[in-house]
């Protein structure tokens, strides 16, 4: 197969599990003639006819609202956010609703609510969000942010067949800038498994979404000075690969944990919690995180940057462990 | 056999809706009673008043077809009609164990569209509405034939998500049904506090669905305009929304004595009361008698008293099980 972009290996799935399944279909804002606002369900329409490609109102509640009532009728909705910043307006019936469906009433509501995320684009503040840190203290969701095109492809396709709702995060910002080659067969990357992406025995960066790609920037830095770094891609931030993680700390005994969302209550702090529960005696510094200031995420690009993490912070954080 | 004057209902339904309509009220009161015993330890919100409409517009429904009905906390008479079974509302209510939703959820929050027919509403008021059109849209992309039937109160009408949700269907025209019930109160808010509209079908202009507003106390008439409303969704014609007119006759919950509703209110509304009100029609159009009345509320007492006993027997859940059934998966409801 043709090198695929990540934006490419989103549209794929979707192309190849709504052929395989007829109960899947997706609904959201301009996916339908405009092929959605990043063209993301291109041909989609033309392919499986507007019964199976719904363009809605401007109605975050009745996306998530209609696609989890048809879930639980034994479809296989896609519900597009057209900018995950809008997941906030159907929060409520994602929490409240969707995700408390096994739990409270043993009813499997298989649906997936995925779109674009993440800054670095100029969207602003609200087209920049990363939104898992809102929802991992929501029992009910599966949380996945794939960061390369083959587990864009692969993750979305376990989150269609998943029996439970999957909030898929997608960074816009890899959409058009990272390409390779994927397999020409089926494949799903299993919910709840993280990638040791790069082997290293100095220092763990763990990480997700687009930041692994900054944390391979830094590794690459710091391969310079003789350093060696780990950097494990969660892919699940919930459930997340506990064991990935503390193989990995064990391993290196210092950990980064890098995430594009502000700091204060982001997920990192969950895993740095567990780390510091799970792993204190292997590590040799303290468990370091960089994120984004606890600002909104600013419009213009010089104040963008010095919100979002950048690589001097990952590289000055790395020195200051590896001096510890 | 039809009588003239009852819209069409054979006596059979007639006397059926008559015995969902004891059924509800007496399954309350012994709730209330449970509840005063500290057996029932969640709130209780009492239907009484609305019972009429509650049953009447769930009977408007075809379950063998797969129609769904949704209902809110006042709507008790609906699931029963659609086949909730009275001792697993005890179950629900006493938080034990073998309830339908194993102690997870109180009161009538439970069904499952696809097994039951009705699927209760969850406490954001308004998210049912958007969950019900995607039922109706499942059920259209199954090329089925299902209708669904959604409540929503005077209150719940303000929310987002029933406008959302009212807007969506009406868009796809789908085939659902909502029921407005315009009760008075919304907990302690009054309608006109809830709205500057003159009725609240007058909300359906906004939606291009069609709006109708009807006395809620009067069974036939409810059950008439619910049929046909069902059965122009069934046959493509899209959304209708009844608002149905009717008064809580209690508090919002039992710890609520509703000091902040007039009296002559209560009183007026006492007097329409929609049960006596059916069961004095079917007196006066001769298909019942107040001996076949009274042997509806025998067996209706019967049947509350065995449901409450075996409800009374269950067990509280396992603590051991708190922590099971997050994802499907885990296999705790397969067992």
Redesign the interface.
């Known amino acids: 197969m043709p090198e695929t972009t990540y934006i490419e290996a989103i549209t794929q799935a979707m192309h190849e599990e709504m052929a395989r399944d007829e109960r899947v ?1 997706l609904i959201g804002e301009d996916v339908g003639a405009y092929g959605g606002a990043f063209k993301t369900s291109a041909g989609l329409l033309d392919r499986f006819g507007a ?2 490609v ?1 363009d ?2 401007i ?4 996306i ?12 296989r ?1 896609i519900a597009e956010m057209q900018f995950m910043d809008f997941i906030t307006c159907g929060y ?2 994602l929490v ?2 969707a995700a ?1 469906n ?7 509501c298989p649906i997936v609510v995925r779109g674009p995320a993440g800054g670095g684009t100029h969207g602003g503040p609200y087209h920049s969000i990363n939104p898992e840190g809102m929802f991992m203290n929501r ?2 969701l ?1 949380i996945v942010a794939p960061g390369t095109a083959y587990d864009a492809k692969g993750l979305l396709k376990a989150a269609i067949r998943d ?2 709702p999957v909030l898929y995060i997608e960074h816009k910002y890899l959409y058009r800038r990272i390409k390779e080659n994927l397999p020409e067969d089926d494949y799903i990357v299993p919910i709840g498994k993280a990638n040791v992406r790069r082997k290293g025995k100095d220092l763990t960066i763990l990480t997700w979404g687009a930041m692994i790609w900054l944390a391979e920037e830094a590794a690459e830095e710091l391969a310079k000075d003789k350093v060696s770094v780990e950097i494990v891609d969660l892919r699940s931030i919930l459930p997340f690969d506990e064991e990935a993680i503390l193989e990995s700390v064990a391993k290196t005994n210092r950990v980064i944990i890098l995430h594009e969302a502000p700091l204060t209550g982001g997920a990192g702090a969950e895993f740095a919690a567990r780390i510091a529960e799970k792993a204190f005696d292997y590590l040799d510094a303290p468990i370091k995180r960089v994120a984004a200031l606890d600002v909104p995420t600013p419009y213009s690009p010089p104040l963008e940057a010095a919100a979002l993490p950048d690589k001097a912070r990952v590289l000055a954080a790395a020195r200051e462990l590896l001096a510890y | 056999m039809t009588t003239p004057g009852t819209h069409d209902l054979a006596n059979e339904q007639l006397l059926d809706i008559a015995y969902y309509l004891r059924l509800t009220r007496t399954l309350e009161e012994r709730l209330v009673a449970l509840f005063r015993q500290a057996k029932v330890i969640g709130g209780l919100y009492r239907s009484l008043g609305q019972e009429g409409e509650s049953v009447a517009a769930a009977y408007a429904l075809d379950y063998k077809q797969g129609d769904v009905v949704q209902p809110l906390i006042r709507n008790l008479g609906a699931i029963l009609v659609a086949g909730a079974k009275p001792a697993d509302v005890i179950r629900q209510y006493m938080a034990k164990g073998d309830s339908p939703t194993r102690g997870r959820e109180l009161n009538i929050h439970f069904g499952h569209p696809a097994r039951d027919g009705f699927i209760g509403q969850i406490s954001m008021l308004g998210d049912m509405i958007p969950v019900m059109a995607g039922i109706a849209l499942a059920g259209r992309m199954q090329k089925r034939s299902l209708v669904t039937l959604a409540f929503i109160g005077d209150g719940g009408s303000s929310t987002a998500a029933f406008w959302e949700g009212m807007n969506f269907a009406s868009v796809q025209k789908l085939p659902m049904v909502v029921i407005v019930e315009n009760n008075g109160y919304a907990y302690s808010t009054p309608t006109a506090k809830q709205t500057a509209a003159k009725t609240l079908a007058d909300k359906a202009y906004a939606f291009g669905c069609a709006g109708v507003t009807i006395d809620g106390n009067d069974v036939l008439a409810v059950h008439d305009v619910t049929k046909r409303a069902v059965e122009n969704a069934r046959a493509g014609g899209g959304v209708t929304l009844i608002e149905v007119k009717t008064f809580r006759m209690k508090g919002h919950a039992e710890h609520d004595n509703a000091s902040y509703v007039p009296k002559e209110l209560i009183a007026e509304w006492a007097e329409k009361d929609a049960v006596v009100r059916f069961e004095n029609l079917l007196v006066e159009r001769g298909v019942a008698t107040r001996e076949d009345l009274a042997a509806i509320q025998k067996r209706v007492k019967d049947e509350v008293d065995a449901a409450t006993d075996e409800a009374d027997k269950s067990p509280m859940p396992d603590p051991a099980d708190a922590g099971r059934g997050l994802y499907i998966e885990d296999g705790y409801w397969d067992a």
């Open positions: 279909f019964e199976r719904i809605t109102p109605s975050e509640i009745a998530i609202g209609a696609a989890s009532g048809a879930a639980l009728m034994g479809m909705p409520d019936i409240n609703f408390m096994s739990y409270l009433f043993g009813r499997a029992p009910g599966k029996d439970n």
